[in-house]
T-cell receptor, first 115, second 112 residues
């Protein structure tokens, strides 16, 4: 059963705490992405990775960090520098083969709340 | 700066009616225009997509109309059903930058 899994479904962060969101895919996709979704603002790109051990900042990278040590995994850390972390976080992946890379497949999301 | 502008923000349609969502863009490097459907608490899923070399694409009750000269595209949902109630996002893909840009979303509610 191929797809993208994200965990946990809900995550609570205390002030000054770093938290890590997990994203795993078994679609054999090279590219992976992290988006943040806020009401009325659509999906905004945080970080993306086209290949293992390489990643680039998206439009709103400040206060976030990522790693890409394995093809299947792309964890996102929300650091204490992110002052407004409450949002719905979505992980996505795509192939890099020709036009098929245009289609991104999304995980079920993680909702992050600040205590 | 919103590169893909989407309207309306919310939409209420009666069952059996036509739902229409509009998007506009400025970047001429965009060369692929997908629509995503998202149910509450779930991730978005690709619904239908179009390339700028065609003016219309239809899949079942869902149709994309594309106007390249006006840089506008729209989603039409015919015979709207309560199960279509969801948030719809238009998006535009820049092949040179390998980047997908999303609109702000339209929350559709189909009433009985």
């Amino acid at each position: 059963d191929g797809g993208i899994t994200q965990s946990p479904k809900y995550l609570f962060r205390k002030e000054g705490q770093n938290v890590t969101l997990s994203c795993e895919q078994n679609l054999n996709h090279d590219a992976m992405y992290w988006y943040r979704q806020d009401p009325g603002q659509g999906l905004r790109l945080i970080y993306y990775s086209q290949i293992v051990n390489d990643f680039q900042k998206g439009d709103i990278a400040e206060g976030y960090s990522v790693s890409r040590e394995k093809k299947e995994s792309f964890p996102l850390t929300v650091t204490s520098a992110q002052k407004n972390p409450t949002a719905f976080y979505l992980c996505a992946s795509s192939t890099r083969q020709g036009r098929r890379q245009e289609t991104q497949y999304f995980g079920p999301g993680t909702r992050l709340l600040v205590l | 700066q919103q590169q893909v502008k989407q309207s309306p923000q919310s939409l209420i349609v009666q069952k059996g009616g036509i739902s229409i969502i509009n998007c506009a863009y400025e970047n001429t490097a965009f060369d692929y225009f997908p629509w995503y459907q998202q149910f509450p608490g779930k991730g978005p899923a690709l619904l239908i997509a179009i390339r700028p070399d065609v003016s219309e694409k239809k899949e079942g009750r869902f149709t994309i109309s594309f106007n390249k000269s006006a840089k506008q595209f729209s989603l039409h949902i015919m015979d709207s059903q309560p199960g279509d109630s969801a948030t719809y996002f238009c998006a535009a893909y820049d092949g040179t930058a390998s980047k997908l840009t999303f609109g702000t979303g339209t929350r559709l509610q189909v009433t009985l």
